[in-house]
């Protein structure tokens, strides 16, 4: 079991920075790749950013490809999701996950652990 808690959310203007981080507990938390997703009123939850269990390989959606940064912390067992240049569609619920097993890392449906959600709003 990973249990994930995140923080660091809160109001930003657009253009300014936001850092969120989630953390995990488990002592297994190192062998999984972990994931930042976020979800919109009315929207369905969309990949943001994953990370693998090293830290060696790291994909981003378009979207926020060139001004979010995750990294992961193996010594504190965190994961977070650096935010830049936000903008006011970065606004939602952002979530942090653990993928346990392979699986397409674009769909939230194959990651196994959740927190419960950080709201980010950005104003324009």
């Known amino acids: 079991q990973v249990q994930l808690v995140e923080s660091g959310g809160g109001l930003a203007q657009a253009g300014g920075s936001l850092r969120l981080s989630c953390a995990a507990s488990?002592?297994?938390?190192?062998?999984?790749?972990m994931g930042w997703f976020r979800q919109a009123p009315g929207k369905e939850r969309e990949f943001v950013a994953r990370?693998?269990?090293?830290?060696?390989?790291?994909y981003y959606a378009s979207s926020v490809k060139g001004r979010f940064t995750i990294s992961r912390d193996a010594a504190k067992n965190t994961v977070d999701l650096q935010m830049n240049s936000l903008k006011p569609e970065d606004t939602a619920v952002y979530y942090c996950?653990?993928?346990?097993?392979?699986?397409?890392?674009?769909?939230?449906?194959?990651?196994?652990?959740w927190g419960q959600g950080t709201q980010v709003t950005v104003s324009s």
């Open positions: 996950a653990a993928q346990t097993t392979v699986g397409n890392m674009y769909l939230h449906t194959t990651y196994d652990f």
């Open positions: 488990g002592r297994t938390f190192s062998s999984y790749a």
């Open positions: 990370i693998t269990t090293r830290g060696g390989i790291i």
